[in-house]
């Protein structure tokens, strides 16, 4: 470092030529982008996490850093590190038996300017330490509950991208990043539930409503922390400055949206003349998107994995010996048994067309949105079923005639068809089992809407669907479901 910084604070100053114009400027370093064992680096301090000091920034000791009340915090700076180094007292604070550069360059308290890394603090280090504790206070309550956990993760239902824990927490040291993000958007629902009595007596019980109301608000305050846009009453909450101060991401987003990028669309002639120009036609592109506020229906890019095909005169027996397969899935057979059914009263209510004799029904197993959302209707997707949950946009007019929420209600993927009639468009549809509120009041249980199957169904046409959801089961118990609104 001190080879690449030496040439530009050796001198009195820096001369530089911008449009034929020479510019006088005197360098000052404001903040360094990194993220945890980069800042380690620049700060001389311990990489390691079992340090007694392991905030680059902070003196907070390794048994504190778990207590979000503390009122008196001393931060790391150039005077008190260097009074710790010159008096062979590094290793008190965990500092490395190395005189730092930083310290003898102008303006800049090396510590603080270290942006802190969220990643690394949160994803790797709070949230890795929250699942530890959780193991630790559920082993202490009752032994069989760290079991009970790693059989829910097991049967977490499937979703698109998204990582499955067969083996539960048992590999919780080899997580990276990305999985712990994955993990943390699931707990709140496997530890639901887990547990109602003291029934060991044990000192200091935790309710299980208190644990589960940790991982919900977790989720929260991590969400917030990776949102872009804030509302007054968020910024009121943020006691030690804007949350965007904690992550590294938005120096490197900025830099990768507004240089990197459009540097590689260019020629690389004119560079910056090119880079202007772009960046003009985005912000134009982004005007006019804004302005059209009229939702568009989604789009069906097209289906796949076609599965059969009848005539509407020989449904009724084809799918009477389709119900009879064994290898057919029960949600699958719902949908052949509603089907005909279905399909009558989209035409008479929908469709307003009467005397259908004759069309072609052509299923299929995967449909893929315009958004780039995948439905699967499969009975076997990688040896296991597939039915996916979709949320459905309600027309203005029928918003108030049920209960919804923000204008969307849920249903269960039974079958997905593309139907051919004479004379008439095509039709795309899909035949939904809908969700419904469990109860009318208390809808919602950690921010999530709580649902019930109910036996009712409809074709709908694809194009009605928003996006797909992930709906989890309440664990041990009947016909509820929560719709998981930490995925976005």
Known sequence: ??????????????????????????????????????????????????????????????????????????????????????????????????PNYFWSLPSINVY??????RMHHLDLGLFHYQIEFTQALLQKQDSSLVNKIDNRLSKIPRFQKFQMFTNGLQSISRMTAKEYRILMKVMVFVVDNLYKENENNVENFVENKKLSEVYAKWNKMYMMSRSEIFTESDLENFRFGIINGYTTETYESLHKDFVKILYRMSNKKNVEDQIMKTLKRQDIINVINKKQKKKKPTKLLNFSSKLFETKLTEANIYFCEKMNDPNINDNMIKGFNQFLECFDDFLDNILEVKN???????????????????????????????????????????????????????????????????????????????????????????NCPLLKLVELYNLIPIETIDNIVYIIPRFDENNKYFVNKYIS
């Not at 001190?2 to 030529?17: R, S, T, V």
């Not at 301090?45 to 920034?57: A, D, E, I, Q």
């Open 1 to 98: 470092m001190k080879f690449l910084l030496d040439p530009l604070f050796a001198e009195k100053g820096i001369d530089l030529e911008v449009d034929n114009k020479t510019f006088w400027f005197f360098p000052r370093i404001s903040t360094i982008i990194c993220d945890w064992p980069e800042a380690a680096t620049f700060s001389l301090v311990y990489k390691s996490t079992n340090s007694n000091f392991p905030c680059h920034f902070c003196l907070i000791s390794k048994t504190l850093l778990a207590d979000t009340d503390l009122s008196d915090v001393t931060f790391r700076n150039n005077e008190n590190m260097q009074e710790y180094f010159y008096n062979n007292a590094g290793q008190d604070v965990s500092l490395e038996n190395i």
């Open 112 to 117: 603080s300017a270290t942006v802190p890394d």
């Open 356 to 446: 259908i004799k004759e069309c072609d029904i052509i299923t299929y197993g995967t449909a893929t949105l315009e958004n780039g959302s995948i439905i699967r209707a499969k009975n076997k997707f990688h040896n296991k079923p597939w039915f996916s949950n979709v949320a459905i946009s309600m027309d203005s007019n029928e918003s108030f005639d049920y209960q919804s929420d923000e204008r969307l209600c849920y249903g269960k993927i039974l079958l997905m068809a593309k139907i051919e009639i004479e004379e008439k468009p095509l039709l795309n549809l899909a035949l939904v089992q809908w969700y419904d509120f469990k109860f009318e009041k208390n809808s919602y249980l950690y």
